[in-house]
């Protein structure tokens, strides 16, 4: 049988490299981007070829409408017409108190997080639509649903992603296309790397775990949606955050 193509957006670090090599380790190929990250997208290739997938890595930024095309259209050429997976994973953050948030920096979150996944989903569910197979993953947050002091800009994008998800899962489910969300909670990557030690153990002492998740265990969770044991499951979000969420 030919091999699933999974398409996943900002795979050169943290949770999208897991995403990448989990989703090889399953048996697909996989396709990514990276932004600037040219050497850690060398990495995350290698990664993949490890586990004997055939890896195709794109240079691209996701918040431009026509990069997302030329990734999609490279995918769909290398892929022999097919995505059967898309992951929009590529995310950052502009943290600030709302007073301090610039337009630049609203701007800046949306365009990657929430536009960016916009632009994702439009151009590849036409080609699943084409194929009648499919299965779209948006990363979100639990602060999308629970919102977070210092992040209204990155809020207002992940609770976006979630509204386009179950919009998306409505239009594309009578071709049995399947559309989720992953809200990942507090994950060890370069994202969280960031937080101040202070803020991490305020944040720690709200997770029922006691620990921060790691990158592979949001991967297994999208494994899962773009496996077809998700056969049943569209327009729903699954939490990844060690209790955070209840
Ligand atoms: P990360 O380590 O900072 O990695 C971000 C990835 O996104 C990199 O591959 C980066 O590419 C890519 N990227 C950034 N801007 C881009 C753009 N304009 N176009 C294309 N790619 C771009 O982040 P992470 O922690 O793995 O987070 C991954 C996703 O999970 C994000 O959507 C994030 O919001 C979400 N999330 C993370 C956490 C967490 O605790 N870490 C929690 C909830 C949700 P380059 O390497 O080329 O820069």
Avoid: H
């Avoid at 999609?72 to 929009?88: F, Q």
């Avoid at 994008?157 to 409505?170: E, F, H, P, V």
């Amino acid at each position: 049988m030919d091999r699933k193509i999974a398409l996943v957006t900002g795979g050169s670090r943290g949770i999208g490299r897991a995403i990448c090599v989990k989703l090889a380790e399953e048996g697909m190929d996989i396709v990514f981007n990276y932004q600037s990250g040219a050497a850690e997208a060398e990495v995350t290739g290698k990664l993949c070829e490890e586990k004997g997938a055939r890896c195709l890595m794109v240079q691209a930024d996701v918040s431009k409408s026509e990069d997302c095309d030329a990734l999609i259209e490279a995918a769909r050429e290398w892929g022999n017409g097919r995505v059967d997976v898309l992951v929009n994973n590529a995310g950052i953050t502009r943290d600030n108190l709302l007073p301090r948030i610039t337009d630049e920096d609203l701007d800046a979150v949306l365009n990657v997080n929430l536009k960016g996944t916009f632009y994702m989903m439009r151009g590849v569910a036409k080609l699943m639509l084409r194929q009648k197979y499919g299965k779209i993953i948006n990363m979100s947050s639990v602060v999308g649903i629970m919102g977070n002091a210092g992040q209204v800009n990155y809020a207002a994008g992940k609770a976006g992603i979630i509204g386009m998800t179950k919009s998306l899962a409505r239009e594309l489910a009578s071709r049995k296309i399947n559309v989720n969300a992953v809200a990942p909670g507090m994950i060890q990557t370069d994202m969280t790397d960031a937080i101040p030690d202070s803020a991490k153990e305020r944040i720690l002492a709200g997770i029922p775990f006691r620990e921060m998740g790691q990158a592979q265990d949001v991967a297994n969770a999208v494994a899962f949606l773009a496996s077809d044991a998700s056969r049943y499951i569209t327009g729903q979000v699954i939490c990844v955050d060690g209790g955070m969420a209840i």
